[in-house]
């Protein structure tokens, strides 16, 4: 479960807790031991990390792409990640090295390479990590220009200020992969939701069909 998971799943069971606390002042007992549970919750949610680097991200999809929570194309999941992994890959190199080659492999590439593992449920998604590496500078770096993908995609779905400012300051390998990820999404009529760390997005099919025309002008 991401960070974001977590600390909402918390807010929401202190919300019902203190909800059921209210209607159960008048029996002693019952007071008692939910009042200890609100303290106790309320103490596990001040000591939740203000942001985790752990190098995840998770994807939750709807529309023709998948069946409710049973599961998701495999041929959308096969079009989808490669361009979302190159987009990682690329703004990873961004963060470590500060500059992108327009041409050739990008410098350590396999240290941002992602692994299928977790099918999170809500309706039905994918979970990529990096395995690979002890390094902890490197997992911050791949956790870093995770959020900055998410960053690029919402963007993509915000107004057009946010849209026309993200195309001049986003390498344009990335643009190319960023138009290759949305058209596999469009083309699902689809709804894309994002977590990493404390992080959420969501991107809808109404705005994705208002900026897409934009993108299909991108070489």
Request: with cysteine.
């Amino acid at each position: 479960m991401s960070l974001f998971r977590e600390i909402e799943s918390l807010k929401s069971e202190i919300v019902d807790t203190e909800q059921i606390y209210a209607l159960s002042k008048e029996h002693p007992l019952m007071s008692i031991g939910l009042k200890e549970r609100l303290e106790h919750l309320k103490s596990k949610m001040e000591s939740m990390p203000k942001e985790s680097f752990e190098p995840k991200i998770q994807l939750l999809f709807s529309g023709g792409a998948v069946i409710g929570s049973q599961g998701i194309k495999s041929s959308f999941v096969s079009k989808a990640l490669n361009p979302l992994q190159e987009m990682i890959k690329t703004q990873t190199a961004l963060v470590r090295f500060g500059n992108v080659s327009k041409r050739g492999r990008q410098k350590k590439s396999k240290k941002a390479e992602l692994y299928l593992t977790s099918l999170p449920i809500g309706s039905f998604g994918i979970e990529l990590s990096q395995l690979e590496s002890d390094d902890l500078l490197e997992a911050h770096d791949v956790s870093v220009a995770m959020k900055q993908v998410m960053d690029i995609v919402q963007n993509s779905c915000l107004g057009d200020d946010q849209f026309e400012s993200m195309i001049e300051n986003t390498p344009r390998r990335n643009l190319s992969n960023l138009k290759t990820f949305l058209e596999e999404v469009k083309n699902e009529n689809s709804v894309i939701k994002m977590e990493s760390g404390k992080r959420d997005l969501r991107c809808q099919k109404s705005v994705l069909r208002r900026h897409f025309q934009g993108y299909l002008l991108l070489k």
